[in-house]
């Protein structure tokens, strides 16, 4: 009779082969996968051994080293193994901007909770608005950066040339480490529910976008991924209104400054002039919180339009106060695995969000 082989054996010996063959460095990603564990398992193994017992602690060391694999990046061990060194978070706005808004703060707390375990500090670095280029930017003393911004191939370059450890959050581009939630899954959330109050027409809320952008999604009824959080919003709320046969005519693509989320009022006062018939059903979906709360003082005095549903997206505490309807991610949660990718050599991930219906 055989001796019983223990899961995972061959998966092993056949990763082993194919490293030595290849000679490719053995990732956290291809050792979890060859020993069947998850790499948060293979991670505590190296880096949190109170996590795991210390026979299945022992088991991942042995085996993680006949894989040629000795723990996270050696870059992001370095730096923890010296006193006191910093971790640059770019961001899309001004200091004014990112110590205002609420989202920005979570992420910032997300992020500094994972930093202060490795007794690193933070330097926050603004695009400042359109008066700072982002390659101006790229160029900090920090030794790793988070880039928290909107930013497309054509700065790969320039964030490449830095030569320093680096993590995009909401923005995603082929073969870099992100961290982001799933954009496109809250925008057809949110929509969906709009469009279940059976609205005649729908005010789209959104942010800026590139016109060839805007022009593919509206031809195109089944888009790939889009890098940009705005692009992939844009592609859930019309891929929910052709799933409901609701006529892309009648929705109503508002684009705003992002630097001044709080022109909504000014816009709605156009389109309720100009595109609005007196007594119709009217639901608005907002790229975010900010904007569907403005939009909520502003339509409060509309007594001659019906509003069917408003929905935002974020979940920020305003929300809840006001009642809105919105849709939730976790930005605190996405701060600490940005940092935790970017230190610890975790995975990419792009987290869960749900729809939170209250009185909107």
């Known amino acids: 009779m055989s001796a019983e082989k223990s899961p995972g054996d061959e998966p092993v010996a056949t990763e082993r082969n194919q490293h030595a063959r290849s000679g490719t460095r053995a990732t956290l990603k291809s050792v979890a996968s060859a020993l069947g564990v ?37 870059i992001g061990r370095a730096l923890r193994s010296r006193e006191l060194r910093e971790v640059g978070v770019v961001f899309h706005h001004d200091l004014s901007y990112a110590l205002s808004d609420q989202q920005t703060v979570e992420f910032l707390r997300g992020v500094a909770s994972e930093l202060d375990k490795q007794q690193l500090t933070m330097q926050v670095i603004p695009k400042m608005g359109r008066r700072m280029t982002l390659q101006a930017a790229f160029q900090t003393t920090a030794d790793m950066m988070i880039v928290h911004t909107d930013i497309g191939p054509e700065y790969l370059p320039e964030l490449q040339s830095a030569n320093k450890p680096f993590v995009l959050v909401d923005v995603s581009l082929p073969g870099l480490p992100c961290v982001g939630i799933r954009d496109r899954d809250g925008a057809l959330l949110a929509m969906a529910h709009v469009l279940s109050r059976k609205p005649q027409k729908v005010i789209l809320l959104g942010f800026q ?152």
Do not use: C
């Open 38 to 74: 998850s790499t948060t398992t293979v991670s505590n193994a190296f880096s949190r051994p109170d996590q795991l017992s210390s026979a299945l602690r022992k088991k991942i060391l042995r085996e993680s080293r006949e894989l040629g694999y000795y723990g996270p990046d050696p």
């Open 209 to 360: 976008m590139d016109p060839a952008e805007k022009e593919f999604l509206t031809r195109d009824p089944n888009p790939p991924f889009r890098h940009s959080v705005v692009a992939d919003r844009a592609a859930g709320y019309l891929a929910a209104a052709r799933a409901a046969s609701f006529p892309l005519d009648d929705l109503i693509w508002v684009e705003i400054d992002d630097l001044f989320p709080e022109s909504t009022a000014r816009h709605l006062a156009r389109i309720r002039q100009f595109d609005l018939q007196r007594g119709e059903r009217v639901a608005i979906v907002a790229m975010s919180d900010r904007l569907a709360l403005d939009a909520m003082r502003s339509v409060a005095e509309w007594s001659d339009i019906e509003i069917a549903s408003i929905v935002g997206f974020d979940d920020i505490p305003a929300a809840a106060e006001a009642g809105l309807t919105t849709i939730r991610q976790d930005v605190f949660q996405k701060g600490r695995l940005a940092a935790r990718v970017l230190l610890e050599d975790e995975p990419a991930v792009r987290l869960p969000v749900e729809l939170v219906v209250r009185n909107t």
